[in-house]
């Protein structure tokens, strides 16, 4: 059975920094894509980042230049840093696992950004 976890996110001052970190297990077969969306109340799920098994990168414009994800492909694990944390960037940030275009889901951390 696959499952996927994250640990990390809470709040967060504005301009502060937070490491969120994934790991996902149950499957050992194909190459596989790893990452992050978040989703505020009221809107749809969206992208953060995203890294596949060869290691290209992708990062959403709203991010670009405050984020670093990486990846440990032995235990399939993957970690998001983000930096100068803003107020808009509170939201729920689920990491999930694409194995043969299906999409495997953590239960998502609340990151809130607030003085």
């Known amino acids: 059975q696959v499952q996927v976890v994250e640990s990390g996110g809470g709040l967060v001052q504005p301009g502060g920094s937070l490491l969120l970190s994934c790991a996902a297990s149950?499957?050992?077969?194909?190459?596989?894509?790893m990452g992050w969306y978040r989703q505020v109340p009221g809107k749809t799920r969206e992208l953060v980042a995203s890294?596949?098994?060869?290691?290209?990168?992708h990062y959403a414009d709203f991010v670009e230049g405050r984020c670093t994800t990486s990846r440990e492909q032995v235990h399939n694990t993957v970690v998001i840093y983000m930096v100068g944390l803003k107020p808009e960037d509170t939201a729920v940030y689920f990491c999930?696992?694409?194995?043969?275009?299906?999409?495997?889901w953590g239960h998502g951390t609340q990151v809130t950004v607030s003085s």
């Open positions: 999930f696992w694409v194995i043969y275009a299906t999409y495997y």
């Open positions: 149950g499957s050992t077969f194909g190459t596989s894509t």
């Open positions: 890294i596949t098994s060869s290691g290209t990168l």
